[in-house]
């Protein structure tokens, strides 16, 4: 292996295992992150920490605050969960609808893949490491549903929303996977179909029930009362 590509590797690595610290809470929401700490608990050099930072930054899971350094984002709290869902509902159904206008066969063929591949990784446990692979899918799905609306500046603005790190990492919904599973092969169904009012229709109902997964625990004893 060539010196690039053992960077490229090691950079992924600590990248990975940085962000496993911030989800599963190891480096508290809101909490300083030390990059010369995080270089000897990993055994590394600063430069990869530090591109892992940058990495996570663009996530929207650190900050890098001017002459104090990265420090962990905080959990989302009520009224930002509501924010964000309310984006959320004005953008993807509308991306869905479109989806199902625009899409050519090959977008249709990677969203299948995308469904096809969750169904292969079903598992939503409560640590990072478990329900990973399944949380970038499950971004991906959105994503590329977006992008095949034909739409440049909708398919950024719902990838730059960040939701669903945000939302694992604020809760993993443990045994959700098979709801979203089928909330999503409900969508794609609806775009194979043609159909812009069943596909906008679907990805609204997809975010409701979403939105009551995730919900801060602030929301949930409120709701519970």
Known sequence: MVDGQ??????????EAVKAMVMDHEIAP???????????????SPTPVREALARLESDGLVVKRP?????????????????????????????AALAAEHARDEDLRRLQAIVDEM???????????VYQRFAVLDQEFHDALAEAAGRPL?????????????????????????????????????????????AAEAMA?????????????????????
């Not at 809101?30 to 590394?44: P, Q, T, Y």
């Not at 002459?67 to 984006?87: I, K, P, Q, V």
């Not at 169904?119 to 490491?129: A, F, I, K, L, V």
């Not at 109902?205 to 009362?225: F, I, K, M, N, Y």
Request: hydrophobic share 35%; aromatic share 4%.
């Open 154 to 198: 909708m398919a950024e603005a719902v990838s730059r929303l960040h939701a669903h790190l945000h939302m694992f990492r604020l809760n993993s919904a443990p045994g959700a996977a098979g709801t979203t599973i089928a909330e999503h092969e409900r969508i794609l169904h609806a775009v194979t179909r043609r159909n812009p009012e069943k």
């Open 67 to 95: 002459n104090a350094g990265y420090r962990a984002t905080d959990l989302l709290d009520s009224d930002a969960f509501t924010d964000l869902f309310e984006m959320r509902l004005l953008l993807e159904p509308r991306a």
């Open 30 to 44: 809101g909490a300083r992150v030390s990059i010369d700490g995080l270089a000897r608990d990993l055994e590394v």
């Open 119 to 129: 169904r292969e990784h079903p598992d939503t446990g409560q640590q990072y490491t």
């Open 6 to 15: 053992r960077h490229e590797v090691l950079a992924d690595r600590v990248y």
């Open 205 to 225: 109902e997809h975010l409701r029930s979403s939105r009551v997964r995730h919900r801060p625990a602030t929301q949930r004893r409120g709701a519970d009362r």
